[in-house]
Each structure stands twice: as C-alpha cells, then as structure tokens.
C-alpha cells in the first residue's frame, strides 16, 4: 500500500513529492503562528513581548540545526531530494526568503506596537537619543565602573586576526581612524560582550523616566565606545552577531565512552560553520561585506535589524516586571481528585486502587514528584529506574534518585546525553548520580532514548510488586508548567512487565521480545501506526464507521502520510491536531478530502501526543513520546500505550482532543498549500481549549494590580 518509491503515486494522479509539504517551510509557518500570538491585542502586553523573543529563540535553534543541515548538504553538493522534490539549494533558498520577511515583520512589530504600548504602560527602553543630562551621567558611571573593566577591544592587524566568536554572542565591530601608541591603524576593532553581562540595564527610581526604565547594554557600549580607543576617532559602531552550527558529532566506532567523547564536543559547539550574521540596520555596507567575508558567508546569509540582535535576552523582562494585569492570568494547578487516597496512605495504595491520570499544567506535577520521592524513603521499595531526556540542572526528581541510592537502593537511570542543548546539564547530573552509587546507563548509541517511563520495585506481601509512569511529556517541573502533557500512574502487571523489559533492552544485551501492550520505536511504533490506520480503512470498506483523530508536535514521516491518503479515499474521517511542521497536504481533491490539520498556538505549548482510532467502536486510545516523524519511528527509542481504563480513555477524549477541534480561538487551519488560517468566533460564540481546561482543572488566581 505504501511506496517511498519517487515515482510512484498513491491511488491518484499526483505525483508523490507533490503530495508532501517541505518540513523547512513548515516550520516557517509555525513560527509565523506563534508572531500572530505577539500581534494579538488580545493577548496581554507583556505576553506579546515575550511571544516575540520565543520567535527569536525557536529561530535561532532553526539556523542552528536546520539551516546549518541543508548547508551542509549544499556545502557536498547533496543530490538527494526530499519528500517533497526539492533540492537542499531549493530549499534554502526559500528558507532564506521567507525567514526575512518573518524577521522584518518581527521587528516591525517591536518597534511600531509593542514597545510604544509599553512606553503606556510605565515600562520603557531608552534609546540613546533620548537620555536626558541626569540619564545620561548615570549611564556613563555605570559604564566605568561595571562594563569598561570588563572589555576587552581587539584592534585587528598581523598578530591580531579576527576573534573567534562565540555562537550567539554580542559583539561590535568598530570602525576607526588615526594611530594608536604604536602607530598602528588597522582601521577596524572588535569588541565582544562578555556573556555574563545581562543584555538589559534597569535604571534605578529617580534616573528613569519610567517606573520600569531600562537600557540595552549595546546602547552603552556603542555610546562610549570610544573610551576603549583613546585618541583615535570611532567612525562607526555596529553590533553584530553570529549563528553556527551547533548540531554535534561523535564517531560510534572512534569513541570507547560517550560522555567523555561528548565532552570534548560540547567545549566546540560555539565555534561551529558560521550559517546567520545579524547586524543593526545601520552596519555600512562596507563592514557587512568585511564581517560576511570573515563568517565566510554569503548576501542571503544577512539579516539586518532595527533593532537589538538578541531579542531572545529580552525573555528575562518578563520577570523582572511585576504587572500581572500585563500577563496572563496565574494559576494554581489542580490537584487530581484521589478519592481512595487517606492520610498516611502511600501513593503507592493509591495506585493499587486504580489508574491514575494526570493532565499538566491543568494539573500539578506533585504526584509525578511523590512517586520518586516516596519511592526513595520507603523502606520496602527495593529498585528505582527512570529515564531522563530533559531535566534541568535543578531537579528535585534527580535529587530523590540520589537519595535513594545513597541509601542503598538499586538506582538505574538511562539518561540521553546527546538530548540537544540539555547535554551539559545530563553530564553533570551523570556524574552526581554515579557518584552516590546509582547505574547511569547513556542508552543505545544511534538511538536516542526519547520515552518517558519510571519503574518503582516494592517488596508486597512477599512478593515483588511493579508500579510505572508514563508520560508524553519530560521528567520537569519547569516545562511541566508551561507544556500540555499527559502522565498516567498504573500498576497494571502486564504493562509493568512491558516497561521492565524495555528497561533491560537499553541496559543490557539481547534480542527485544515482543510485548503485549507498548509499542515501541525503533521495532515496531511504525508498523502497529501503519496496521492501525489500515484497520480503519478494512472499517470503512466494509461500511463500518471508521475515524482517527490524532495530536502531536509534527508530522513528517512519507509512509504514514500516504496511509492517511489511502484511509481519506477509502472515506475514513481523519482529524490531525499538529501544532508545529505538517508534511500533509490536507482537503485536497482526490488525495486527502476527508482530512482536516489544525494547529493551536496559545498560552502553553501543544506537546501531548495523542492516537486515537475508532476501531469499530473499541475507541482505541493512546498516549506516546513519539510525533509522527522519521527520527522518533527509526533512529530513537520511544514507547506509545494504551489507556485502557474505560473513563481515563473518556477523559482524554474530552479534554485532550474534543476541546482542540472545537477551539475557535486559538486554533489555525491548514489548507492543501501549506497555508494556515486562523479561526474567528464570534463573541458570544467564543471557545478556547486552554481556557477551558484552566477553569475546569485548575483554580485560577485574581490578582489586584495597584
């Protein structure tokens, strides 16, 4: 049924790279989503501010890994096309044209509406064209006692080529005239800002114009520049900024153990090709070419802003102000309703009782925290094994594992160190974990270890006993507030047995058996997807009602694709929820009429990953680590399981997908060309799915604003 084959075509007459959408413009698309949430007046003004900097920051991480991929494929003349036909030189170059419009319209925003409702608002950026005598002392002390100290000017001549610079960091090429001391004129400096320094100034009250009144610090540097070149002339000042690849490379038969391997690693990924320089809007042409000369980049290669080229540093705004009518409203997260749960019962009896389902941020990740915790100190708990993708370096769930092993317990953690930009923080908590005695197992090279899973091993009765989590979403207290997930708490013994030997495939050796209720990438996630969707479709052709909706983070992979074709023309109603890079080409004539993709961008971000087929009426129901891309089905290890409790599997039906297909608010359609369209509702007829799922689970808190 399904064929990867170029030329082949699918029950209809388009050809099969027409059938795909590239996943580059794609993700161009999702980020021109996430800009509407900044252009939205709907949305409160400091939310707007920081949808903008999370553009930013989703598109440095796109030069980093995408970008830098298709250079790379240009760079040895790559002749493979993708899914969709293009050529990497195709695709970049659409990359590049688009992205520039995105950047242009991101900083037209800023400076037209968001920093002018801002200025309303008591919260101002002082250029420097506007800081008045007392302002401008201020700056000027600060300067000399806090910045000048810390600089460190690189005049460029023989024994001083151009710096290596940073990945990402703030640097400021400065033209100039005359001789210095020993008559030197290279007529060009740079200096580069330590990245210690915040990139924001707060003025203190009485200096200020504003009750919050900040300054950039380039606006510092480039104000007194010229301090650092006494006597000579600054005849220009541009800051500028570098992105490089930052993917990492280690060599499988070279290296005997990955984590000192990928050490060695992480110490060059800020030294990466150069794929992105970014210059104020006022950078002479001259200097550009000079500083694209240096990166060894190219004209498309430029991005000229108005504005500061690191809008992602502004994110730390958001904090330091504190104007809750500015922000969205806090919340409390629910705590799950436990009925059989006593004072003194451990969670452990809890779970015995029955499944327990949790949905965050709506509800608290407490329980998940509980579970290890209480784990830790119980002395009839004999064994702990987790997995860890992304943790953060301040984790009370890591801490609890250390604790159980510095007491004797059997402590396993299989923790992904290539998890891309958490490799350090893994590192570090690696060695901690060995330190007090636990196992630290760096999963299976090749595959990363993706899925979300933690084994406890309690001694019952004289017998041993299996308690599981399960999760689409990381082991976090921080995403966990701001990611849409699922976890599900059970001791079911078949599904316990399912994990336990997932367990010991990443830990030991051996030929993976074959288990009853998980699928499992890289074995078989795709084929039971595959034999799902095909099972609608024998529905369908026998008359039968038939239909899937799924939820996920992207869906990329060309052979799921073309089997959700086949059911569309077999007549089975299929309803995609993708909130980033979509490859389907939805409602198209004689491909995919009864496919519908929607996406929701809001508050918190869509990161569940949700399958759930009709199956004759058996309402099959599954949660998973995995997106429907090549990656998580081939080069990672993942696990996607059933819901089998009959009002778990309700519940997820009711606040994990009906809300998101009823959401006119928050929710974009996607039309055969890769396009997307925001939905309108009327006021009356208002509904948004994160607002809904707030006021049914968690308690939101009013706050007064003096």
């Known amino acids: 049924m399904v064929n990867n084959d170029s030329d082949e075509v699918l029950s209809t007459d388009i050809p099969f790279a027409k059938q795909f959408l590239n996943r580059e413009l794609s993700q161009i698309e999702f980020n021109r989503r996430v800009l509407a949430q900044a252009e939205d007046e709907n949305t409160p003004l400091l939310e707007r501010l920081r949808f903008i900097c999370i553009v930013s920051s989703n598109l440095d991480e796109f030069f980093e890994v995408r970008v830098a991929g298709l250079k790379e494929q240009i760079k040895v003349d790559s002749p493979g096309f993708g899914p969709d036909g293009m050529l990497p030189g195709q695709a970049f170059e659409q990359v590049s044209e688009q992205v520039h419009a995105l950047i242009l319209r991101q900083y037209q925003l800023l400076n037209d509406a968001i920093l002018p409702a801002l200025a309303k608002q008591g919260i101002c950026f002082l250029r420097r064209n506007v800081w008045d005598d007392t302002q401008r002392e201020w700056i000027r002390n600060f300067f000399f006692r806090e910045l000048l100290p810390m600089l460190t000017p690189i005049g460029l001549d023989p024994l001083h ?10 640097n400021f090429a400065v033209g100039l005239e005359g001789k210095d001391a020993f008559g030197r004129n290279s007529g060009v400096a740079i200096v580069q800002a330590p990245r210690i320094l915040p990139r924001l100034i707060r003025l203190p009250e009485g200096v200020g114009c504003c009750p919050y009144s900040f300054v950039f610090l380039s606006s510092i540097i480039h104000a007194h520049v010229g301090e650092l070149f006494a006597g000579m002339h600054v005849t220009g000042c541009y800051q500028f900024r570098v992105t490089r690849n930052s993917d990492l490379y280690v060599d499988e038969e070279e290296i005997k153990n990955l984590r000192v391997a990928l050490q060695g690693e992480l110490s060059q990924r800020h030294l990466g090709h150069s794929v992105r320089l970014e210059v104020a809007d006022n950078c002479s042409q001259q200097m550009a070419d000079f500083l694209l000369e240096q990166f060894f980049l190219k004209k498309e290669d430029l991005y000229q802003v108005n504005g500061p080229v690191n809008l992602a540093r502004l994110m730390q705004v958001f904090d330091w102000i504190d104007r809750p009518d500015l922000k969205f409203p806090r919340f409390v997260p629910g705590v799950p309703f436990l009925p059989r749960k006593k004072k003194g019962h451990t969670i452990f009896e809890v779970i015995s009782k029955g499944d327990i389902l949790l949905h965050h941020p709506y509800q608290s990740f407490q329980p998940v925290i509980e579970f290890i915790q209480q784990a830790s100190v119980d002395p009839d708990v004999m064994a702990i094994k987790q997995t860890v993708y992304r943790t953060g370096s301040d984790s009370t769930l890591m801490k609890a594992l250390m604790a159980a092993a510095s007491s004797g317990k059997e402590v396993t953690v299989v923790l992904e160190l290539l998890a891309r930009f958490d490799e350090e923080a893994n590192i570090n908590w690696a060695k901690r974990l060995e330190e007090v005695g636990a196992h630290v197992i760096y999963g299976v090279f090749g595959h990363k270890t993706h899925c979300k899973m933690a084994m406890v091993v309690r001694r019952e009765a004289d017998q041993l006993k299996r308690y599981v989590h399960l999760s689409t979403g990381n082991y976090h207290s921080g995403t966990a507030r701001v990611y849409t997930d699922f976890g599900l708490l059970t001791c079911h013994e078949a599904i316990c047995a399912d994990v336990s030997e997932v367990f010991l495939q990443l830990t030991g050796l051996g030929k993976a058996s074959k288990l009853r209720y998980l699928w499992q990438s890289p074995f078989n996630l795709h084929s039971q997807i595959l034999n799902s969707i095909q099972q609608e479709v024998a529905h369908a052709n026998a008359g039968k009602p038939a239909a899937i909706t799924a939820k996920m983070n992207a869906l990329l992979e060309p052979a799921v694709i073309q089997a959700l074709y086949a059911a569309s023309a077999a007549g089975v109603k299929i309803n995609l929820i993708v909130r980033g890079a979509c490859a389907l080409r939805p409602g198209v004539a004689g491909l ?39 990656r998580n089905f081939f080069r990672r290890v993942e696990i996607c399981f059933p819901v089998l409790d009959p009002q778990l599997k309700k519940r997820i039906m009711l606040e994990g997908l009906k809300p998101y ?26 509904f948004s799915a994160q607002e809904a799922l707030l006021e049914k689970l968690a308690a939101i808190k009013q706050e007064s604003v003096e």
Do not use: C, T
Request: charge should be positive.
């Open 161 to 170: 080529p151009f710096p290596r610079v940073l990945n990402k960091s703030l």
């Open 592 to 630: 995919s009429e009864n496919i519908q993709v929607r996406s929701i961008v809001g508050r918190f971000l869509e990161h569940s990953r949700i399958f759930y087929f009709l199956n004759g009426k058996q309402h099959d129901v599954y949660l998973a680590s995995a997106d429907w891309m090549s």
């Open 661 to 686: 297909l009823r959401d006119n608010v928050q929710a974009w359609e996607m039309n055969g060309a890769g396009n997307y369209k925001r939905k309108s509702a009327r006021k009356n007829n208002r």
